[in-house]
Structures are given as C-alpha cells and as structure tokens.
C-alpha cells in the first residue's frame, strides 16, 4: 500500500507547495486579435485551462516549472520552457502553414486500403501492449493518412486533437498531432498533448499507472538525469556486452536547454528487457518528454497508451 500511496503522491506533488497563479493571453500571432478556447497546459501532464472570450487564462503554479504548451486547432503549438511566475505571459500563435485541405493526396487508391493505414497508424501510434488494446481513438475519422508507394512512408495529418480513451489507465489523452510520418526504419512523431482523469479512479488503475512508469522513457529521463541509472534498474552500452556507458558523457547543454546525445545506436537495458535509442532526447528534472521533432528507432518508438502525466 505505501507504493501506492508514494506513487500517487509523486504525481501530484509538484502542484501542492505552490499557492501561486500563472497568468497570461493568448493572440494569433502578427494581429491584435486575442485567440478564445486556447487550450494551456503544462506539457505532458493533467494540469490544464482554456482561454476565455478575451484570450485570457490563469494557471496554477508547479514548482518544478515545467513547461507549458498553448494549443488550439488550425494553428501551431507553442511551447514556453522559460517564464517568470510573477508576470504575465503573452502568447501568439501562428496558423498551420499547411492545412488538411491543402495537403494534395493524388486521388484514387495510393496503393494501401484505408484499413490497413489504420492498423499501422494504431500499432505505432497507440502501440500493441495489453493497454493499448483497451485503448479507442474515438475520432479515427478525422485522421486523414497518406501513403507514397515511392519511399514507403505513411503519413498522417489531423485538423482536430485526437481523442484517446484510456480505460486501463484511467485517462482521456488529447493529442494535437503536428507530424506522424512511418517509414519502414523509423518512425517520427511530433505534437503536444493533455491528459484528464476519468471518474472512478481506484486501486487496479493506480496500480496499472504503476507498472506503466516503471521502466518508461519518462523514468529513464528522470534517472538519467539525477544520475541514478543504476539504482533504477538502467545501463547504456554500445554492446550489450561491454561496460555500461556513463551518465556524464550523454548529457549535453545546448542554447541553455540540456539533451540526451549520442552518436550511433545504444542499448538501453532494463532489468531484463533491451530498447534502442538513437536520437536527441531534450531533458528536465522531471523527465519532460520532448514537445518538438521527435525520432525513434521501431523497438523505442513512443506510444500514447502506454504514457502517463
């Protein structure tokens, strides 16, 4: 029961010291027009508002600063890593410079059924675990896919957040996608997204929550980063059979912000269980998932039903 306890409370910690409100607007960006029903939200987390007739919003303050995303459908996300409590913040996002109706598809059949874009687009989107199958996109339809014979790739694009019941976990994942393209080497995928709690949360959730975090990117991120790789079951190799890497020689400090690097493909080892990792990786104290371009090789690639704040 402690673990239970611990758990939940380091979910929501960060919000408890802090009595402090964010304030801000939101306006489209090169205008004086403020934007309504802006949705702003610390990244990756439940803690979240919407802008009222006015662009306006308040936001409880964490302690841990984490970053804040402002999103809304037709335009850009925009993320904000550096603010300063006490004054207000000021927003301006810009319109998508490609919107659906714009993107050419080519007409006719492009040489995969709407069907088996779904599949893929779900496998690599939603993943396969035990959770993703409890898992319902419940706006499929709106998710327009492409596929190019010639490189292979699938594409998706979507005009609205996409909506992701999570009944395993006890959530409701909205997700505004920016970019998903699925080659047969990689996968990429960039967006923002927010999660809310379900009513009924009980124990078997929490305890699902649990197992999820446990040897998670986020919890790797966040062993990384206070250098307890070890004491959390975590070790880097190039080879599995040499010497794990170590903690100092993968964070760098890029333009004030700091990053997982590394140069060729690494195993990151868990317990018993290999992942592959070979990108760029931005980093917190808290583990925060990148909000930018992201690229993960097939065996490391992120997955929405298996994410939590």
């Not at 600063?65 to 004054?87: A, E, Q, R």
């Not at 959530?171 to 960039?190: C, D, G, K, M, W």
């Not at 699902?208 to 070790?235: C, D, P, T, V």
Request: proline share 4%.
């Amino acid at each position: 029961m402690i673990g239970k306890v611990s758990f939940l409370f380091f979910l929501i910690a960060p919000l408890l010291p802090n009595a402090q409100i964010l304030k801000g607007r939101v306006y489209i960006a090169n205008t004086d027009q403020t934007l309504a029903g802006a949705s702003i939200y610390y990244s990756g987390s439940s803690v979240g508002t919407i802008s009222n007739e006015y662009g306006d919003f308040s936001l409880p303050a964490r302690s841990d600063k984490l970053p804040i995303t402002v999103s809304f459908v037709g335009y850009s996300s925009f993320v904000i890593n550096d603010y300063d409590i006490s004054k207000n913040i000021v927003v301006y996002l810009t319109p998508l410079a490609v919107q659906l109706k714009d993107v050419v598809v080519g007409g006719g059949y492009d040489g995969m059924s709407r069907a088996e874009k779904e599949r893929i687009f779900l496998q690599e989107f939603v993943g396969t675990s035990k959770i993703a199958e409890r898992c319902r996109v419940r706006n499929l339809q709106d998710i327009q896919l492409i596929y190019s014979r010639k490189t292979k790739a699938l594409r998706a694009y979507c005009s609205v957040p996409i909506e992701i019941e999570n009944k395993m976990l006890g959530y409701h994942l909205q997700y505004y996608l920016e970019s998903f393209v699925r080659t047969p080497r990689n996968v990429t995928i960039a967006g923002n997204f927010i999660f809310r709690e379900s009513s009924n949360i009980d124990l078997k959730i929490l305890e699902r929550r649990r197992n999820a975090y446990f040897g998670s990117r986020m919890h790797f991120i966040r062993a990384l980063w206070n250098n307890q790789l070890e004491k959390n079951g975590f070790s880097i190799h190039l080879k599995v059979a040499e010497p794990p890497i170590l903690n100092d020689s993968l964070i760098v400090a890029v333009d004030s912000k700091k990053y997982i690097k590394v140069n060729k493909k690494v195993t990151i080892v868990y317990v018993n269980r290999k992942e592959y990792l070979s990108t760029f990786y931005q980093v917190g104290d808290q583990g925060i998932r990148p909000t930018n371009y992201m690229l993960f090789n097939r065996s490391f690639v992120y997955n929405s039903a298996d994410t939590i704040p």
